[in-house]
């Protein structure tokens, strides 16, 4: 067995060799960016040597971006050893923690930080009004027994409390909201029940809204989040301002376990959820603290800042988007290489 496998490596070797031989200068000069074998993955343009002057190969990369353009720069790109090259580690700057208060602090402090009455008086005022829009659509008369007949506004105390029951399915998982309620003493748990009617969590949940549909045409975001926009802009706002994440940040994406009906639902197979909402994160490497997010929505993902144009690849636009307000502070970033690509490394060594 030692024989064929002995072989098969030098004759790997060989082509290796061969394949260094074929790639020397003069082929490389003879590239041409138009040619249709040219990678589908935009992250650089090859450009041969002689079209580029020793004035622009000897000028900052920061001095040539500002007069000829982000994207015009992006894809100047020359490849060569360079045996003198030095690497030298980014010096962080700036402050990172908490950025409030910390004495004292307990647990419902650092959750209505988050969901603060701001947030909860906006789901509350959106469930009423939807509550009534729906109400009002149904022609024929309610029976006796509908929930709906007995409809009365939601209060904020009480939007923390259905709040806080959603948080606590979470923990006790069970296949649905009523079991929570049932009386056989295998399942029976007495908080539910103690807490809030079933029939009015039923309702509540029947009507939770979070944005009026009376404004879709005024709706500037992207078109798949319209309902669920407020709440994803409040904590992404949030999520920035009351936490600065230290040195080491990473990027990558995460699996929201979804197996209803949506669009955008994405299968991931290496994913522990493999079925749900994908989301791309910004997170500090140390606490896991997600900092920045964004909901992927398909192909037409729109991303745009000022270092993002309708010709920057996509990936490179999300890792863009996910650090714009971070840019400057001298981060380590990590990610893997799906996201990597000269272009990106430029733009960030830059700004």
């Known amino acids: 067995m ?10 790997e070797v060989e082509q290796v060799t061969v394949l260094n031989e074929v790639l020397d200068d003069e082929t490389l000069s003879n590239y041409s960016s138009d040619d249709d074998s040219a990678s ?20 900052d990369p920061e001095d040539i971006m500002a007069h000829d353009g982000l994207e015009e720069v992006s894809r100047r790109f020359v ?10 580690r980014e010096s962080f700057c ?18 209505e930080s988050i969901f603060d009455i701001s947030l909860v008086q906006l789901i509350v005022d959106e ?11 149904i022609a024929r008369p309610l ?21 806080a029951l959603i948080m606590l399915t979470g923990i006790d998982q069970r296949p649905t909201l009523r079991s929570y309620y049932s009386k056989n003493r295998l399942l029976f748990t007495p908080f539910f029940a103690e ?40 904590l992404s706002r949030k999520f920035q301002i009351l936490y600065l994440p230290g040195h080491n940040i990473a990027i990558d994406e995460s699996l929201t376990l979804w197996k209803g009906r949506l669009s955008f639902k994405q299968y991931l197979p290496l994913k522990a959820a493999k079925f749900g909402i994908k989301t791309f994160e910004l997170c500090e490497s140390s606490s896991g603290y997600v900092w920045s997010f964004l909901v992927y929505t398909g192909q037409g993902m729109e991303l745009t800042n000022q270092y993002v144009t309708a010709e920057t690849n996509k990936t490179t636009a999300i ?13 380590t970033v990590w990610m893997d290489n799906f996201y990597n690509s000269p272009v990106l490394a430029r733009i960030l060594k830059s700004s």
């Open 40 to 59: 589908d993955y935009d992250y650089t343009h090859l450009v041969p040597p002689e079209t580029i002057s020793a004035s622009e190969r000897d000028s």
């Open 94 to 111: 700036g402050v990172c923690g908490p950025q409030f208060d910390t004495a004292e602090l307990d647990v419902i402090s650092v959750f």
């Open 79 to 88: 490849w060569e050893d360079i045996d003198s090259f030095h690497a030298s």
């Open 127 to 137: 469930t009423n009004r939807y509550a009534q829009q729906e109400i009002s659509k």
């Open 319 to 331: 890792v863009v988007t996910l650090l714009e307000n971070l840019l400057g502070r001298r981060h």
């Open 143 to 163: 029976t006796f027994r509908s929930r709906i007949r007995k409809w009365e506004d939601v209060t904020v105390d009480e939007m923390y409390v259905v709040l």
């Open 2 to 11: 030692a024989g064929p496998s002995t072989s098969r490596v030098l004759m």
């Open 195 to 234: 807490t809030l009617p079933l029939e009015r969590l039923e309702v509540i949940m029947r009507f939770l809204h979070f944005s009026d549909n009376s404004k879709q045409n005024e709706y500037q975001g992207p078109s798949k989040l319209f309902k669920i926009y407020p709440v994803i802009q409040h």
